[in-house]
């Protein structure tokens, strides 16, 4: 029989140092071959005015654990053993109904996914204003406006009040990402835990985020556990460091100690790959113009995209030229267009102005930004990278033969085929999404943020990776990322686009 947990609305939020403990935790799942053990024997703490940081590999555990602790888990998850404390009281003994009061009040959680996290039939208003009239007992549409306001402005949300009037799809990656952070905010929880909060944002962004969390943290003393990939973020942010592997904390300590003195041989790796992927800026000169010789694949001229209901358009005058078998690179700030100028150029959106025109028959694909969202959940990793030759009525044994060479192709596993996209790493889905890209025999393949939710030694994989198919299979890349120091690695040219327009970079 369940212990109660404290009556609705009345959540310990009190004088407690410690927000989290975690002690001897054990979770596995149930799969098709067996239990997969996720968390082995986790032992944690958070403190009020604390920054701690999570990082790992992908499938390491890290977000297993962070769903685990607000008992998010379906039935197909067991906990095995241990105990999750908030505040003093193991969730693991509070009923569902106690739990949907604990949620959002003793503890929020920024999913690493904010387009599946954010209800898409709700605009972001209702979703803002529902932990606050929820847990902080807020009725007045006018107090609850203001807020919202607030706390999207904090966010560094222009034009807050055209934004609560959107449905998440309606936002770019970006700001469904910050938004995802101030819902996080609203109900004002005595613990955030952050699962990759930064993912999808550009550079100064991200910054503006970890400030306000930093700011969080010390001015109203909230604990935050914030789980990255980004080994440079998390020595900037936190205070403390954990490094997670195969469900184990192999060490943790403070974040000079992780960083400057790693004792264990995993973290050591973690902290090298991490200086190779941010490594130093080259020292490349600005592009120049097109030489005479080189071929013009595709060319962009004034194009003009404008949303339905937006105030403004998201692309204006946008002009540039695309070199065949380059390696184009296009970084810009979150919101500036990015991933719309992709969808033009592969003709999923019809610009307002202006055209995009190849100079041969070319078959352009886009990658998408978010592999989980693209990905259908009830079908397999094999059924996903041959959906193409089904789609294209390849006969069954020429597909079965194209599926394993595309599996080859992208360095995934062949045992992985009969699994589902939940059962697989963040890296293993990037390269089949890659793989099912290059089912479709493309000669111009988009990248939109191929490496920006994957950690930093799978980041390095990937990006090499996409070289080698590049010189392999003859293609012509556009690698579109907020990650400068990746694409500066990466690309012979690229170009920043920001709101006012594009201009040439650093080549």
Request: proline share 5%.
């Amino acid at each position: 029989m369940m212990k109660d947990c404290g009556s609705k609305g009345e959540w310990n939020t009190g004088k407690n140092k410690t927000v989290l403990k975690v002690e001897d935790f054990r979770l596995c799942f149930n799969g098709r071959f067996g239990a997969v053990h996720a968390v082995r024997d986790a032992n944690l703490e958070v403190h009020r005015g604390e920054i701690v940081a999570l990082v790992g590999e992908s499938g390491c555990g890290k977000t297993a654990l962070c769903r685990a602790i607000l008992m998010l888990h379906s039935a197909h998850a067991r906990y095995l053993s241990g105990r999750i404390l908030l505040d003093g009281r193991d969730v693991r003994t509070c009923s569902e109904r106690e739990m949907e009061q604990i949620r959002g009040k003793a503890a929020s959680l920024v999913f690493q996914n904010p387009l599946s996290s954010l209800n898409p039939v709700y605009r972001i208003r209702e979703q803002m204003e529902e932990p606050m009239r929820r847990h902080l007992g807020m009725k007045e549409a006018g107090t609850l406006e203001t807020r919202s306001r607030e706390l999207l402005l904090e966010m560094g949300l222009e034009e807050p009040e055209e934004i609560l009037e959107k449905y998440p799809h309606q936002l770019s990656g970006g700001q469904r990402q910050r938004v995802a952070v101030a819902i996080a905010l609203a109900g004002d929880p005595s613990l955030i835990i952050a699962d990759e909060p930064t993912t999808a944002l550009d550079p100064e962004t991200a910054k503006m985020v970890t400030g306000l969390l930093r700011r969080v943290a010390d001015e109203k003393q909230k604990g935050i556990l914030f789980v990255t990939h980004d080994l440079a973020v998390a020595a900037e942010l936190a205070d403390r460091v954990l490094v997670m592997k195969a469900g184990e904390i192999l060490e943790q300590g403070t974040t000079e100690d992780i960083f400057t003195h790693p004792k264990d041989a995993y973290t050591k790796k973690l902290v090298r790959c991490a200086e190779w992927v941010r490594g130093e800026a080259s020292s490349r000169t600005l592009a120049a113009a097109p030489e005479p010789e080189e071929k013009i694949l595709a060319g962009v001229r004034h194009l003009k995209v404008r949303y339905p209901g937006a105030s403004h358009p998201v692309l204006r005058d946008c002009s540039l030229d695309i070199r065949e078998g380059e390696i184009l690179g296009l970084i810009g700030e979150s919101g500036c267009g990015k991933s719309t100028l992709a969808k033009v150029l592969c003709g999923i959106l019809k610009p307002s102005a202006g055209a995009v025109e190849f100079f041969r028959p070319v078959k352009p694909v886009l990658i998408f930004q978010d592999s989980v969202a693209s990905f259908n959940e009830r079908m397999t990793i094999g059924e996903i990278i041959q959906e193409p030759l089904v789609i294209g009525k390849v006969p069954p044994e020429r597909r079965r033969e194209t599926l394993r060479e595309l599996m080859e192709q992208v360095e995934l596993e062949a045992d992985l085929i009969d699994r589902y996209p939940y059962e697989v790493s963040g890296g293993q889905r990037q390269r089949a999404a890659i793989a099912r890209g290059l089912a479709m025999n493309p000669e111009f393949l988009i990248a939109d943020e191929p490496i920006s939710s994957l950690d930093a030694p799978v980041q390095m994989e990937i990006v090499q990776l996409l070289k080698r198919l590049r010189d392999r299979r003859n293609l012509t890349l556009l690698i579109i990322s907020h990650d400068i120091p990746m694409v500066e690695h990466i690309s012979d040219r690229i170009i920043r686009m920001e709101k006012e327009g594009l201009r040439d970079g650093i080549r």
